[in-house]
């Protein structure tokens, strides 16, 4: 069973996570109305990523016999100044969500939670993912400047890609 302290620190992530996906889906939101399908596309398949680890730390606490929590999350920001100012956000976030999971690993080592901590480390490697994915996009959208042809063609490129739940995909 999983102890209180590491309880409560993975119900917190829930909400964290939830954060996150409500951040994407109002850059998704941004993005659409700055008739930039492709990377509000991109921006949605994120919010159905970071609802995917929401849920997959949920169902850990369950499965660890916890008591699973939803709490609040707070509403995010819905301007941004461009298409860039919104990536350097999820960029900037991405690695905010880093020291959280650095913090829940932590808090697995201090309590000696050896389950806790190989369920982490998933995380961690997806961070890596997570910060590595943003911050390319980052620096296309840098290396572009005022280009309108180039903004279309990342655009197209971005407004490829799909979800794949990483359940199905190798963990
Ligand atoms: Fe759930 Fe983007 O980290």
């Known amino acids: 069973m999983i102890n209180e302290k590491m309880q409560n620190a993975f119900n917190d992530q829930v909400?964290?996570?939830?954060y996150s996906s409500y951040l994407y889906l109002s850059m998704a939101a941004?993005?659409?109305d700055n008739d930039l399908p492709g990377m509000a596309n991109w921006m949605r398949v994120q919010y159905q990523e970071e609802t995917f680890h929401a849920e997959k730390i949920f169902d850990y606490v369950?499965?660890?016999d916890g008591r699973a929590e939803v709490k609040a999350w707070e509403a995010p920001p819905k301007e941004w100044k461009s298409a860039l100012d919104a990536f350097e956000d999820?960029?900037?976030h991405e690695q905010k969500v880093t020291a959280l999971i650095n913090s829940?690993?932590?808090v697995a080592l201090a309590e000696k939670d050896h389950a806790s901590q190989v369920f982490l480390q998933w995380f961690?490697?997806?961070q890596v993912e997570e910060e590595a994915s943003v911050k390319a996009i980052v620096q296309q959208l840098k290396m572009l400047g005022d280009s309108k042809a180039?903004?279309?063609q990342i655009d197209r490129e971005l407004g490829q890609r799909t979800f794949t739940p990483p359940a199905a995909a190798a963990e």
């Open 15 to 18: 909400a964290a996570e939830f």
């Open 30 to 32: 941004y993005l659409e």
């Open 62 to 64: 369950i499965e660890r």
């Open 90 to 92: 999820a960029y900037k």
């Open 104 to 106: 829940l690993m932590d």
């Open 124 to 126: 961690v490697n997806e």
């Open 150 to 152: 180039g903004l279309f």
